[in-house]
């Protein structure tokens, strides 16, 4: 009997999970006759399996069976299975452009404004949707178009930490000549690659460049935190968010005025707690960019911090984009090391874990009136229960006038040990 293919039908049964894992059954006493029994069912339920003379038993199956050998619990943990944090990925690197001019510009590595411009450069790519910062009117907003040049890729460079429609600019998108390179959140190429498996012409068009997402932002958001600074939005000439090593700084330039720089902390401690986040992004278990050819992301692990050059993590997931990275790397145009799955997982756990198991979300949502569903079988762990109590208060306590003068009066040094308690808890 074919042990290793016994439960691949678990898949279907047990959708949505992106890949069988291997898993091992040992060190039990089957004696001459073993029983092994699957829970939640198959599709033929509570039917028993002859393992005979076996004590260790390979089985492909799905992250969200509990199995159960000889009457003995050997529950697989989704917490340890960096294939279903992360979806199909070919290979994985960390890097960094060796153009230093655009790595002085760039919030992380510069890897993908090199990518855009190589692309670009190749002829693989008549342009790229992008997106930027708009101040006019003393309004600040953030805007998608299509660069079909180098300087207009340039101007894109670093991070946006406000949400854009971009599915708004879908007639442009298809309208446009040549290949086309989309950079985007998780929800957007999630929604474009569905419209691309439908629409041949779109799919041979496009190639999508996906960023790691942990959940966006309000614009409210960015103008508390000016605020406290003393800067009103029309005083605002130019802003970057997040610039320089390791968490960087946030930049403004005043119109007739200074530069103003201080620790991006200042800003990223609330938006780390939730505060003003986008309701929509409750509902989401996608950080990783799974629906993109390849996705982008920062590295926080303590050996990088002093490094002298701040490195992106990459994952490739498909043959193609990863012959685009390898090209790009014999040219001498980005340095890339190969890492293991296992190597990005312990790079983004904390926040992996928390951001695919929505189950303590799902449970403690409707108490706080939020409609969160739950893929089936999911279960938490109960350290899930308190962390998710702290995002979900947060965001209703951003969402009214007092809570949102509570918010801004309590000293951030205080919300900095909230912060590291949650993330303690997000943490196992």
Known sequence: MDFNNIFTHFYTCFY???LLTRITVSNFNFGSFGLFRCCPPAPLPGEDFDFGDYNRVYIDCCPRAACYAGGNPVNYVMRNNCQYYLGKVTRAFTGYTTDESIRQNAASGG???SLLLYLLKSGKIGGALVSRLKISGGNISAETYIARTAAGIKKCQGSVYLYIPILNELDKIKNSHGKLAVVGLP????????LMDKDKKLRDKLLLIGLFCGHASKKELLLKVLEQKGIRE???EDLRFRKGHWRGSMQIKLKNGPK??????????YQNLFFYCERFCLNCTDQTNEFADLSFGDIWDAKFKNNPIKHSLILTRSKESQNILEEMAKESLVYLNSITLQDVYNFQKRSLVFHKLIKARSDLGKFFGFNINCPRG??????????????LFNIKLSESKMGQQIIFKIPRQIWFLYLVLFKLLTSF
């Open 16 to 18: 949505p999970v992106p």
């Open 111 to 113: 890897l993908i404004t």
């Open 187 to 194: 929800c957007q190429l999630k929604a474009l690659r569905q």
């Open 234 to 236: 029309k005083m605002v």
């Open 260 to 269: 103003i720089t201080f620790p991006f902390e200042h800003f990223s401690t």
């Open 378 to 391: 999911e279960k938490a762990k109960w350290n899930d229960y308190p962390a998710t109590f702290m995002v």
